[in-house]
């Protein structure tokens, strides 16, 4: 049997270039969180570049006068928000580690009341199987407990590293500065340093990167946004009318972090907190969250045609394929970063994957 050495050294070099732009793509993100202030700069500076070019248009003045202009009204604005937040998180984030024993004991004796209304004799169901499902459910809300309360505990500590955070916060708003007022000649340095070949195919994969994933990420952080900004004046309104709702900012983000997952959405969180707060009694607070989440549906139903213009053009089990992905490698951030990775494969990659994966690697 004679081996074609010419078509297996083909095959290799595709899967080892496959292998590494994984390596290399993971890495990045690493990286990303490592240079996490320079990167909300960049993103920033993405978002307030319209309003820098119509500032500039307007005044006639310079690019970096207009630059200084829009960044500090944003400096302001995201000191602003930081101080509100940051007094808001750290007064709810203590307030809920105080009563989670409390909550869990409810939890628990809500779940003892719904496996004692069950007929286990008709189901035909033994006294140990019983006893499975009872340690069972106390199990997993001592599990759930433990993770929130390590979150809380971890996000505390961090809060109220207020050297740290300013660190981050004056480099963040120097970064914005630098890329807002000297970008074209950042521009100009990166294209210097670099070879023109590379040079060339590093710009050709960026602007379909940025066409595809930035565009999408750009589009679904305004829903989220919005999406988060809908619920916190929602959670507020119902605090101020008396309603059971002690803690509106954090309620508020855990909503807004759901929402910002491919294929789960608000409805995940909010529907069954509606459910479960009519079979507990408290119908004004679960017909406010059902409205509350109908209000979000419709707004982002509304704006998402107008803003949304890419979609991830992949089918929702290889997107749920790759959260469970980043859910199991690194944690519940995966669950956001696993189909980022996959979009940013399938972009770069897009030739094979039309073309066929297998057929792509091994075809003759």
Request: with cysteine; charged share 15%.
């Amino acid at each position: 049997m004679v081996v074609d050495m010419g078509y297996w050294t083909k095959v290799s070099k595709r899967i080892i270039i496959l292998f590494f732009a994984f390596i290399g793509i993971v890495l990045a993100f690493k990286l990303a969180i490592f240079y996490m202030p320079f990167l909300i700069a960049f993103i920033i500076s993405l978002l307030v570049e319209p309003i820098i070019r119509f500032v500039r248009n307007k005044t006639r003045v310079t690019r970096k006068v207009s630059a200084i202009i829009v960044l500090a009204i944003v400096s302001i604005i995201i000191i602003g928000l930081l101080s509100w937040g940051i007094t808001s998180l750290i007064s709810e984030t203590s307030n809920l580690l105080q009563g989670l024993n409390e909550y869990i004991e409810k939890a628990y004796l809500q779940v003892q009341s719904v496996i004692s209304n069950i007929d286990f004799n008709k189901l035909k169901i033994s006294e140990d199987v019983t006893n499975i499902i009872q340690n069972s459910a106390q199990d997993v809300i001592t599990t759930v407990a433990n993770w929130v309360k390590n979150w809380l505990t971890g996000m505390l500590q961090f809060l109220t590293q207020l050297p740290t955070i300013g660190i981050y916060v004056v480099v963040t708003i120097m970064s914005i500065y630098f890329i807002c007022t000297d970008r074209l000649y950042m521009l100009d340095q990166f294209e210097h340093h670099l070879p023109k070949e590379w040079v060339k195919h590093i710009s050709f994969h960026l602007r379909g990167l940025i066409q595809s994933l930035g565009a999408y990420l750009k589009a679904e952080a305004v829903l989220v946004i919005i999406s988060f900004i809908i619920s916190l004046i929602g959670f507020y309104i119902f605090k101020f009318m008396g309603l059971n709702i002690k803690y509106p900012l954090l309620v508020a983000l855990a909503v807004g972090f759901v929402d910002a997952l491919p294929i789960l959405g608000s409805g995940t969180v909010m529907i069954p907190w509606s459910i479960i707060l009519a079979v507990n009694g408290d119908i004004r607070l679960s017909i406010s969250i059902l409205v509350l989440w109908i209000i979000m549906s419709v707004v982002r139903q509304i704006i998402e045609p107008k803003v949304v213009s890419t979609h991830i053009g992949i089918h929702p089990i290889f997107t749920l394929i790759a959260m469970y992905t980043g859910f199991k490698a690194i944690g519940v951030l995966g669950m956001f970063i696993g189909p980022i990775i996959l979009i940013i494969l399938k972009n770069l990659f897009s030739t094979i994957i039309d073309e066929g994966v297998g057929k792509a690697i091994f075809g003759r």
